[in-house]
């Protein structure tokens, strides 16, 4: 509850609609013991007064009625009919929407063929016709509203319980002997209830505006009884010669609606997780860059060794979420050589894809932000490029293959066309030529009648196949840098190693580097020259891949191969490490492992671990290297 206040405290516009609601819901509270007027009691004698008369602050309708009393009364009615209408047709059309969702069938078809009866009437004539059956009046008027908004609230749950219902956690109330109503009660409404209350906030607005639309014809509020839209229908007769006995009620209105879908929006972004972390934003062309200064000079050039095709040195990549920082990359450096293959191993969540990421500016902005570090290629700051050099580089010096094909390919163009596509944005070829370079990709890749799969779309592809068509796409315009996100993920056995095989041929043939990202030690000791083992956000090990499979010099390290069964030796059983990582926005002092670390010590967790040169070629982050002697190894930076 805090987070949620705190977050829609943060949103300025949801807090003045909060406030300006605030104030007007308190004045409608107190309005009973406010020295007004009686609002229905009529002076003939003062009609028609200005706003500021004496004894009228705003001034009298055409019975001589005080305004500022009638306004008062008017909005607690109002306010009233307007939120009981809301709350009526929430709880009414989210108790439909729930039950169709959940048990679908007939059920689903009874009530939904009924909910589009309802939507089949545009819903101001459905609330005027059913005012004119039941007769004019306040009450009526509320049925009306709640009856032709019940059909919005249905919608969205069933919408969303459809979705629910299909669960493994569903499945598995169900086995442990909860009938239908638990689970409806335990299961589906709680996962519901955020969007019944987002919904909700953002109609209640909308509701009071046809409430005081009824008003406004008559079929309303019935005199002497004032509502706001009321007032502003017996006013409309005196608009000439006294404006005001219209336009305060309408302004009046308009405040109000105006500041409850404020509010409704902030409690929205509120409750919304996507929202609030800027998922559904429309993200930048690249990734947002502020570098903050530190003690390494960020603008110094050169800083790449001659002989490196890229240099990444003390990259920084945040997620800012709210008041929460999530340091996904935490000062990694490295270097990777033309004809080279660097690993990139870890846990899921250590940082390796965000790191992967961050070389092309492909991070999600908002929320992501690199804030620190240095990526060099021929002697350029890639960060410090702009969106449209940057494309110019993605696709043709690097290409990037993604871990999921199926997200990363357009489902409704052609994987033959895509190709095409990525060929010609970078190269001067004719539509068929580039054409007969994507059939002749397709084919490179192992996919068999590759001339017929290029005209057809990605959901008819298999998984292996989808990855086999972006390892194509990123080898089409010959690129000198290949990022590869866990590429042979989807892949069997033989078709896994096929791609490495032609990863392989690529960087013999053409000189490629390959950053290769991925969780499997067989992959990494068949296709990496050097690995780079990454841990909370940072590279807690570097090294020749030969040299690291035999005698890792990190605890974790040594755990992560643990890991791995080893065939032939039945003995050698795999060990899960103890524990999990530490959240990336509450990263502990000193090294991150110490808390999974059974050779962890008091000067572990104090301090700042540095990386240091164990053996030639290889560097550790750790006060105590394994198969290290005591006088070799290094200290713990003040």
């Known amino acids: 509850m ?66 500022l009393s009638r306004l008062l009364w008017g909005l607690r009615v109002s306010l009233a009919v307007g939120i009981a209408a809301s709350l009526v047709a929430a709880l009414i059309g989210s108790l439909i929407g729930i039950v169709s969702g959940y048990f679908g069938g ?107 639309g009824l008003s406004f014809l008559g079929l309303g509020a019935q005199p002497p009884q004032a509502d706001l839209g009321s007032m502003l229908g017996e006013g409309r007769r005196m608009m000439i010669n006294a404006p005001h006995v219209a336009m305060l009620p309408g302004l009046v209105i308009f405040i109000l609606v105006m500041s409850i879908n404020l509010l409704g929006d902030g409690v929205r972004d509120a409750l919304d997780p996507r929202l609030k972390s800027g998922a559904l934003s429309r993200p930048a062309p690249m990734t947002r860059i502020r570098r903050r200064l530190t003690g390494k000079h960020q603008d110094d050039a050169g800083t790449s060794p001659a002989s490196a095709l890229l240099t990444v040195d003390d990259l920084h990549t945040d997620f800012e979420m709210g008041r929460d920082i999530y340091r996904a990359v935490n000062g990694v450096s490295f270097t990777i050589h033309s004809n080279e293959c660097l690993g990139l191993v870890g846990e899921s969540g250590s940082g390796k894809s965000v790191t992967a990421l961050s070389l092309l500016g492909l991070v999600a902005s908002p929320p992501g932000v690199i804030t620190g570090g240095r990526i060099e290629m021929d002697g350029r700051d890639l960060l410090g490029l702009s969106a449209r050099e940057m494309r110019r580089i993605r696709g043709k010096d690097v290409a990037y293959v993604f871990q999921d094909p199926l997200s990363t390919l357009h489902p409704l163009i052609r994987v033959g066309d895509q190709l095409v596509e990525a060929i ?112 909370a956000g940072r590279i807690v090990e570097v090294g020749y891949t030969a040299d690291i499979l035999d005698a890792p010099r990190h605890p974790y390290t040594r755990r992560l191969i643990d890991c791995v069964p080893r065939l032939g030796e039945p003995d050698n059983e795999p060990t899960a490490i103890p524990g999990l990582p530490p959240a990336a926005n509450a990263l502990p002092e000193g090294c991150a492992f110490a808390d999974r670390c059974d050779l962890a010590e008091a000067a572990c967790r104090h301090g700042e671990i540095e990386l240091i040169a164990t053996d030639a070629g290889r560097q550790v982050r750790c006060i105590k290297p394994l198969g290290l002697p005591v006088h070799a190894r290094a200290g713990v930076a003040p």
């Not at 939507?119 to 004019?136: C, D, E, N, R, T």
């Not at 989808?466 to 390892?471: A, D, L, M, S």
């Not at 032609?502 to 053409?510: C, V």
Request: with cysteine.
């Open 2 to 67: 805090k987070a949620f206040i705190e977050s829609l405290a943060r949103n300025r516009l949801a807090a003045f609609g909060a406030i300006v609601l605030l104030l007007l819901v308190l004045l409608a509270l107190i309005t009973p013991w406010l020295p007004l007027a009686d609002p229905d009691i009529t002076f003939p004698a003062n009609r028609l007064h200005p706003p500021l008369s004496e004894g009228n602050l705003l001034g009298t309708d055409a019975l001589g009625r005080d305004i």
């Open 106 to 212: 007939r059920t689903d078809n009874i009530l939904m063929r009924g909910i589009d009866m309802l939507m089949a009437f545009p819903y101001i004539l459905l609330a005027l016709a059913i005012v004119a059956v039941l007769g004019p009046g306040l009450m009526n008027a509320l049925y009306a509203i709640a009856i032709v908004n019940i059909p919005f609230f249905a919608r969205n749950i069933r919408g969303v319980t459809v979705g629910i219902a299909h669960r493994e956690f569903i499945d598995a109330a169900r086995l442990s002997g909860k009938g239908d109503l638990r689970i409806l009660a335990s299961e589906i409404l709680p996962n519901v209830l955020p969007v019944i209350v987002i919904t909700l906030s953002t109609t209640v607005g909308w509701m009071i505006l046809e409430t005081a």
């Open 424 to 535: 010609r944005l970078h190269q001067p070829l004719s539509r068929g030529a580039a054409r007969e370079l994507a059939v002749t990709l397709l084919g490179q890749v192992r996919i068999p009648n590759p001339q017929r799969r290029a005209e057809q779309y990605p959901h008819q592809l298999s998984g292996g196949m989808r990855q086999r068509v972006g390892i194509a796409m990123a080898l089409a315009n010959d690129p000198r840098l290949i990022v590869a996100d866990e590429p042979t993920t989807a892949l069997d056995v033989t078709v896994q190693a096929q791609a490495l095989a032609l990863i392989q041929r690529l960087r013999e043939d053409k000189g490629t580097a390959v950053l290769f990202i991925t969780h499997d030690f067989g992959v990494v000791s068949q296709v990496c020259d050097r690995v780079a083992v990454m841990y």
